[in-house]
């Protein structure tokens, strides 16, 4: 009786499960077919591929669906995109003109216009579209096409990062005039002017892209782009070293694993992307900004950069990188543990034991929080706590999720990463600035809480201005500034490794921002890649 | 039996407004920011936009006010948009992942209900062996050992180290088809996730059996000299059974909690990967979402459970009529 119930219910579940295993046998049968497919693992899957609302956009990879008015060269210098020409700055610079080509159509076949441009940067500061790219435009007050080819952006101040802000990707006006532009289904169905068309998006799961057979620079060479989502690093390199993805974003202590294998190029890029432990201004032990700069003293940074990244990284001593055109050497200190000792003494903190010092009772000791789930932020953690208390220094680390680090601005240093290898106002202002050091809503900008004239001062001249030597002399004097208040203690600059399949040539990557994995930097050029056969 | 189906589905929506409203009040109180995670940490974001955020998005409303704005949408069908996922409708969002969940949920109860039936029976029935002790041992051992452990070690061994398995994900990115799922990817997944159930139903039937195996009219079934396998699956399991069909419906619960942890391990791209990145993004329509319908389907299950229990029961079936 009942044997016959349960047994015919198994049966079904089991057709099920091998109607599924049916579908999987035809999955491999293809796959062979698809020589001419890229794939690309990524950590997370972008979830929103509008460049208005999704929150990656400005420095993650899909920008490949879409154009900006301008795009960087190689050499990180702008050149036109979607522009015909450089903008113009009228004289008080507070007008940009640009003039876009005529010969550029969306993915839908309709022309790019410059109603177009004007829609995307109106919807970004339109407070409906909870943008999160409207505080990167908080010197545009308007928009407004002038005739078909030409767009007019008023400022509220003369802005010399402005062209930096002119990369952002051009959306269609006519798909999204009138739309509650973040739920749009445009945010998961994009209609761009680039290189690649969206041809599949499985939530969670892969995104499939196809050449744009009529871009206006000619069809990209390879045909098929896959970018897939792998979270677990050791997972990538699995799939890597099986051949199921071409190309990863891998951690450099992994990398020594994969150059064993002769199918992939491992590039070590260049990047602007520091790890950083902010020193916050109301830490009861913190607070003396001699005991801050005296930690500078007693890290060794090549250490740290041999031991934790398998060499694939440059010491860091501020905010810019070294080789960016703002760059000064002012904060460059070697590794001095004997000068990180005499500093402290002096700040009143005498040795009492073979690892600790105090004064007037009380322990030289602080806490020092990392997201958990990044092993290089960890590692780089460990190694600083451990060369904090050869100097006597007492470090205390903590795993924390953002969520908390957010809550415990005052209660602790906290590693993170920054950099930008842009115009360095775009980031600086608002990490450096007292303008941000109050509000509790805040601690991801001015996270330490520095309150210092002299940097603000700084901050406030570069922006004032357009010519670049004379900006630098500004950088030079923010970073001197910077270096004597030491809030921010920069440890290393990170090398993103990225493997290759050695199939593809073309590879050329301009130095990389802070975003991880497979972001603008390596993939700049992507549609002048090509793939070839599998062997 | 109508009266009864009818009766439970009466009491669902009143279920579903009490769990609707204690999630709504979790969330509020949980520690993560939902400005923060639409925006990404150690973003340039001014504390200004942010406000401007919160307010599009309606985080900054009251409670009351948004629970009630929720319940107004539900009733005319709408469950409100995702904020992580690209502001996508959560119904839509919840459709497209659940072919893959329920292909994992699907496929380890049947692995559970197999396995546990299988294992459950050979070890009543060779009671005392060294055989009965290894299945003992290996079922107490998948109770204890925590499935995310299990399947973390899972994947090192059997994708990273041997390369016998795909590492992740539900098909072959390369495919050129639209993307499914693959037996092959599912196999790690779907056996992690029915360990500790398979054990836990193997131990049970095991024990039934044992119990049943004492009573009087198997007794007497031996006496009138039927074969031992006979009198084991003719006599003995079906009255083992009646208990284990009602205890699928609540093991049904475990396995779709399970599927949180699991599919976040194998990048696995269904509901329970979708209500981890809810819960830590505090994307808080596509919470509540996913909580009503998995709220549905338990009770549903359970209901099942039941009826089935009815129907196969022949003291309760007499009762009935």
Redesign the interface.
């Known amino acids: 009786m009942s044997r016959g119930r349960l047994g015919r219910a198994g049966v079904v579940v089991l057709t099920l499960m091998l109607g599924a295993a049916g579908c999987g046998g035809s999955d491999k049968a293809d796959s062979a077919a698809a020589g001419g497919t890229l794939v690309i693992a990524l950590p997370s899957q972008p979830e929103d591929l509008n460049p208005i609302t999704g929150s990656d956009n400005v420095y993650e990879g899909n920008q490949k669906f879409f154009n900006g008015l301008l795009r960087y060269k190689k050499d990180l210098s702008a050149e036109p995109d979607l522009a015909s020409e450089m903008p113009t700055r009228s004289t008080d610079a507070k007008t940009v003109t640009v003039k876009l080509r005529d010969d550029v159509k969306f993915h839908d076949g309709t022309p790019l216009t410059a109603k177009d441009v004007a829609f995307t940067y109106s919807a970004i500061l339109d407070k409906d579209s909870a943008s999160p790219l409207a505080s990167l435009l908080d010197s545009l007050d308007s928009t407004k096409a002038i005739d078909d080819t030409t767009v007019q952006f008023n400022l509220n101040r003369p802005d010399p990062a402005f062209f930096d802000k002119l990369q952002i990707g051009i959306v269609p006006a006519a798909l999204l005039e009138g739309m509650d532009i973040k739920t749009a289904a445009f945010n998961r169905k994009p209609i761009g002017t680039g290189p690649y068309v969206l041809k599949e998006f499985q939530p969670g799961g892969r995104i499939v892209m196809v050449a744009n057979q009529s871009y206006f620079r000619g069809a990209p060479k390879i045909k098929r782009i896959v970018l897939t989502s792998v979270e677990d690093e050791n997972a990538r390199v699995a799939l890597l070293e099986k051949g199921t993805v071409d190309a990863a974003g891998i951690v450099p202590k992994l990398a020594p694993r994969v150059r064993r294998n002769s199918d992939y190029n491992v590039l070590e890029i260049r990047t602007a992307d520091a790890r950083v432990a902010a020193l916050p201004n109301r830490d009861p032990v913190l607070r003396d900004p001699a005991v801050r700069r005296a930690l500078s003293f007693a890290v060794d940074r090549q250490k740290i950069i041999d031991g934790t990244l398998a060499g694939a990284g440059e010491p860091a001593y501020g905010p810019v990188m070294k080789g960016h055109w703002a760059y000064s050497p002012v904060a460059e200190k070697p590794y001095d543990s004997a000068e990180a000792e005499r500093l402290l003494d002096a700040a009143g903190w005498k040795r009492t034991g073979a690892a600790t010092r105090t004064k007037a009772g009380k322990k030289l000791s602080f806490t020092l929080m990392y997201p958990p789930a990044d092993s290089v932020r960890k590692d780089i953690a460990l190694a600083f706590a451990s060369q904090m208390k050869q100097v006597g220094v007492d470090v205390k680390l903590e795993g924390r999720e953002f969520d908390v680090i957010e809550k415990r601005q005052d209660k602790g240093a906290t590693v993170f990463g920054y950099g930008t290898p842009y115009d360095p106002d775009i980031e600086l202002y608002t990490l450096f600035h007292s303008k941000f050091a109050t509000a509790d809503k805040d601690a991801f900008s001015n996270y330490p809480r520095t309150t210092n004239t002299a940097i603000d001062a700084a901050l406030d001249a570069e922006r004032s201005k357009l010519d670049v030597d004379e900006r630098k002399q500004d950088f030079v004097t923010l970073q001197e500034e910077l270096a004597k208040d030491a809030s921010w203690l920069w440890l290393v600059r990170l090398r993103h490794v990225v493997v290759i399949s050695k199939r593809v040539k073309g590879v050329d990557p301009q130095v990389e921002p802070h975003a991880h994995g497979f972001s603008r930097g390596t993939s700049w050029n992507l549609e002048d890649w090509t793939l070839e056969p599998k062997r | 039996m109508l009266k009864l189906i009818l009766r439970r589905l009466a009491v669902l929506p009143l279920i579903l407004l009490a769990v609707a409203t204690v999630t709504f009040v979790l969330t509020e109180i949980s520690?993560?920011?939902p400005v923060?995670a639409?925006?990404?940490?150690?973003?340039?974001?001014?504390?200004q936009?942010?406000?401007?955020?919160a307010?599009?998005?309606g985080f900054d409303q009251p409670l009351p006010e948004r629970f009630g704005r929720w319940i107004g949408n539900l009733a005319q069908g709408d469950m409100g948009?995702s904020v992580?996922?690209?502001?996508?409708?959560v119904a839509a969002?919840i459709a497209?992942?659940a072919g893959a969940s329920i292909?994992l949920v699907?496929?380890a109860?049947?692995l559970v209900?197999?396995g546990g039936l299988v294992f459950g029976v050979l070890a009543a029935a060779f009671r005392g062996t060294f055989f009965d002790w290894l299945v003992r041992t290996m079922c107490y051992f998948n109770t204890a050992a925590p499935s995310f452990w299990v399947g973390l070690l899972a994947?090192?061994l059997f994708?990273?180290e041997l390369?016998w398995l795909?590492?992740?994900?539900?098909?072959?990115?390369?495919?050129?088809?639209?993307?499914?799922?693959?037996?092959?990817?599912?196999i790690l997944p779907m056996v992690v996730l029915s360990l500790t159930g398979y054990a836990w139903f193997t131990l049970f039937v095991r024990n039934t059996l044992l119990e049943v195996l004492r009573e009087d009219h198997v007794q007497f079934a031996r006496a009138q000299g039927i074969g031992e396998v006979a009198v084991l699956l003719r006599y003995a399991?079906?009255n083992a059974?009646?208990p284990f069909?009602t205890l699928v419906g609540t093991h049904l619960a475990e396995l779709i909690g399970g599927t949180i942890l699991i599919e976040k391990?194998f990048?696995w791209?269904?509901l329970g990967?979708?209500t981890f990145?809810a819960a830590?993004n505090e994307d808080i329509p596509l919470i509540v979402g996913i909580t009503l319908c998995g709220c549905v389907l338990v009770v549903l299950g359970n209901l099942l459970a039941d009826v089935?229990y009815r129907?196969?029961d022949p003291r309760v079936r007499e009762a009935l009529r």
């Open positions: 520690p993560f920011d923060e639409y925006v990404g940490a150690e973003n340039n974001v001014s504390p936009r942010k406000a401007e955020i307010h599009a998005w948009n992580i996922a690209g502001g996508q409708p969002e497209s992942r292909a699907g496929g109860l049947a209900l197999v994947l090192y994708s990273i390369g795909p590492a992740g994900g539900s098909s072959d990115p390369r495919a050129i088809e639209a993307a499914g799922v693959d037996f092959e990817h599912l399991l079906p059974l009646i069909v391990i990048g791209p269904g990967l979708l990145n830590v089935l129907v196969m």
